[in-house]
C-alpha cells in the first residue's frame, strides 16, 4: 500500500537564497530551533557536472527517529527493540541548477524500511510571471512542490512469512505476547500498513509547517546579516561563545 502527500509554498525569497537556506537548515539549532531533532549531518559528495553546471550533493542526517511513539506502539518489541528512543539516518540527495533555475531534492530513511518508507521529493522553482508584470518581480520569489510518498511493508512480511490464511492467528498471538490485546489481529495486515502510513502521513503534515518556519528563520537572517552573518553566529554557537 502507497499513500501520498502533496502540498505546495511560496518563499517571498529568491531561488539563489532559497537554495542556500536549504543547505543551512540544520547548520545550528540557535539558528533554526525547528532543527532540534537533527543529531548531525555529513557530506557524502559534492561536485559540479561540467557538462551541465549543475550541482550533485549527497549528504546523510542523523535525526531522531521518524516512527512516532504512536506507530511504535502498534509494533512488537521485536521490531522495535523495546524503546522508541531512536535515531534514523536519512539520504538527501540533490540538485541545483541555476541556468535554468530550479532545484530538486529527495530524502529517504535508511533506518526502519521494513515497517515504513518515507521518501520526499522537493522542487523549487521560479514562479512564472504574471501577465503584464516585470519577469524580476517573479523572480523575488521560489515556489515549491514538497511529495512524500508513504510506504509499510510489515503487512507484506507477514504475509509473506505466515501466508494470508495464517496471519490473522499468528499476528494476534505474537499482539497477546507483547501486551496488544489482539489489536493486530483485528487490524489484519493491511489495517497495519493503512494505520502506520496514515499516522506517518499525519505527524509529517505538522512537520512540514515546522520545516518551512525553519527555512524561514534561516532566510530571515541571510536577508538581515548575509552568509557571512550566519556563518559567523554559527562558528560562535559552536564553540560556545554568546551569539548577539
Not at 20 to 40: D, G, I, K, M, W
Request: hydrophobic residues 35%; charged residues 20%; positive net charge.
Amino acid at each position: 500500500m502507497v499513500l501520498t502527500h502533496t502540498t505546495f509554498h511560496t518563499y517571498s525569497h529568491p531561488l539563489p537564497t532559497v537554495t542556500l537556506a536549504f543547505f543551512l537548515r540544520y547548520c545550528s539549532p540557535q539558528l533554526n530551533p525547528f532543527a532540534n531533532h537533527v543529531l548531525s549531518t555529513d557530506t557524502i559528495d559534492s561536485r559540479v557536472d561540467p557538462a551541465t553546471g549543475r550541482l550533485h550533493t549527497t549528504r546523510i542526517h542523523l535525526k531522531k527517529s521518524r516512527l512516532s511513539p504512536s506507530i511504535m506502539k502498534l509494533l512488537p518489541s521485536t521490531l522495535t527493540g523495546g524503546t522508541s528512543d531512536k535515531a534514523s539516518y536519512i539520504l538527501e540527495t540533490s540538485v541545483v541548477d541555476m541556468r535554468e533555475g530550479w532545484m530538486s531534492t529527495e530524502s529517504r530513511n535508511l533506518n526502519f524500511v521494513g515497517v515504513l518508507s518515507v521518501v520526499e521529493k522537493q522542487l523549487y522553482t521560479i514562479p512564472p510571471a504574471a501577465p503584464g508584470a516585470p519577469a524580476t518581480a517573479a523572480a523575488e520569489n521560489t515556489d515549491v512542490e514538497t511529495k512524500v510518498v508513504f510506504r509499510s511493508r510489515l503487512g507484506d512480511r507477514i504475509r509473506d512469512r505466515l501466508g494470508q490464511a495464517q496471519a490473522p492467528a499468528q499476528v494476534e498471538a505474537a499482539s497477546n505476547n507483547e501486551g496488544g490485546n489482539g489489536f493486530f489481529a483485528r487490524l489484519g495486515a493491511r489495517g497495519i500498513q493503512r494505520s502506520i502510513e496514515t499516522l506517518a502521513s499525519t505527524k509529517t503534515q505538522d512537520q512540514l509547517g515546522k520545516s518551512r518556519e525553519g527555512m524561514r528563520m534561516i532566510l530571515e537572517r541571510l536577508r538581515q546579516t548575509g552568509i557571512i552573518g550566519v556563518l559567523e553566529q554559527r562558528k560562535m554557537n559552536q564553540s560556545g561563545m554568546p551569539a548577539h
